[in-house]
């Protein structure tokens, strides 16, 4: 599967902005039975989202069904090596996601609470943010 980015954009670059506060959206297990939920805020890239997605998948062996809640948006540039100050912004490079406390970022359903678990733990490691085991019924 291809990285994730926006098929097409209102804006090329965008300003860097703030990432405060905790998630008033997309807060909630909505669509699987478990979910893994993020403890701070931070940038999240179209490849770690990725590689998580490619954790779970692979340890579940392609069994259950998943969401992936978060989608990379925002654009970040980066100017090239060497390249001296002024002249401009750079060139849109990667895209990511802004994820706050609270952002459920993947959810699963149809596997055990153990099989998510582990799933889970796995995909923790490749996000750049803590995060935290829910299940449906603690909302």
């Excluded at 209102?10 to 699987?32: E, I, P, S, W, Y």
């Excluded at 996601?97 to 998510?116: L, R, S």
Aim: with cysteine; net charge positive.
């Amino acid at each position: 599967m291809a990285i994730m980015a926006p098929r097409r954009e209102a804006h090329r670059k965008v300003r860097k902005g703030k990432n405060k506060g905790v998630a008033t959206r997309c807060n909630t297990v909505a669509f699987g039975e478990w979910g893994l939920m993020s403890l701070d805020n931070e940038r999240v890239t179209a490849r770690q989202i990725e590689a998580a997605r490619q954790a779970i998948t692979r340890y579940v062996k392609r069994g259950g069904k998943i969401w992936i809640r978060i989608f990379p948006h925002t654009p970040v540039s980066k100017k090239p090596l060497d390249v001296k100050m002024g002249s401009g912004k750079g060139e849109p490079q990667f895209y990511v996601a802004k994820v706050k406390p609270g952002t459920v970022i993947f959810e699963i359903a149809d596997v055990t609470e153990e099989q998510a678990r582990e799933a889970f733990r796995l995909a923790g490691h490749k996000l750049p943010v803590r995060v935290k085991f829910v299940k449906k019924e603690e909302f």
